[in-house]
T-cell receptor, first 114, second 113 residues
């Protein structure tokens, strides 16, 4: 079985400051890793995913995440946040090859302070 | 393509009543998923359809819950004899086969009084 731990339920950060949202996972098999984002009053949308290959993956809006197998982590980072990044971020995992079975973390709410 | 739609967006009901939610996936998406999300938690998997076949059900899905996808297009989730613990956001998602991304609808928020 797989599980996901998001250590921070809320992260406040000033606009234009860097941010890191932490995610650790547990699994006895190889995994795919995802970050989904939920903007206020909108549905969940995929931000980025790691399936294989380069351990550093990037999104189109400046976020990146690095898969660290030894530390079983997939932390999400952005060097400079914008007010529009205010959202809840969910880390998720699925067994490799089982994209139908996604396990989500509890989410981290990102508050951007002016 | 208008994305995944869910109806209603909000439902308030009294304990003991039955409720039914509808999900319309993105057209031609074979797979359809139902999740439940409570406050402070991430989405929890309930069930999954490949076309009209219900392939997997979570233990969270008690016998009061039933889901159907009769023609492999839209799906319904029915909760019978609702309880206050059923209050949650019910999310629907769809995907093509082996796409490694699920597309979520806006959810149906259920409040059981």
């Amino acid at each position: 079985a797989q599980s996901v731990t998001q250590l921070d339920s809320q992260v406040p950060v000033f606009e234009e400051a860097p941010v890191e949202l932490r995610c650790n996972y547990s699994s006895s098999v190889s995994v795919y890793l995802f970050w989904y984002v939920q903007y206020p009053n909108q549905g969940l949308q995929l931000l980025l995913k790691y399936l294989s290959g380069s351990t550093l993956v990037e999104s189109i809006n400046g976020f990146e995440a690095e898969f660290n197998k030894s530390q079983t982590s997939f932390h999400l980072r952005k060097p400079s946040v914008h007010i529009s990044d205010t959202a809840e971020y969910f880390c998720a995992v699925s067994p490799e090859g089982r994209d139908d079975k996604i396990i989500f973390g509890k989410g981290t709410r990102l508050h951007i302070l002016p | 393509d208008t994305g995944v739609s869910q109806d209603p967006r909000h439902k308030i009901t009294k304990r003991g009543q039955n409720v039914t939610f509808r999900c319309d996936p993105i057209s031609e998406h074979n797979r359809l998923y139902w999740y439940r999300q409570t406050l402070g938690q991430g989405p929890e998997f309930l069930t999954y359809f490949q076309n009209e076949a219900q392939l997997e059900k979570s233990r969270l899905l008690s016998d009061r819950f039933s889901a159907e996808r009769p023609k492999g297009s839209f799906s319904t989730l029915e909760i019978q004899r609702t309880e206050q613990g059923d209050s949650a956001m019910y999310l629907c998602a769809s995907s093509p086969d082996y796409y490694n991304e699920q597309f979520f609808g806006p959810g149906t928020r259920l409040t059981v009084l």
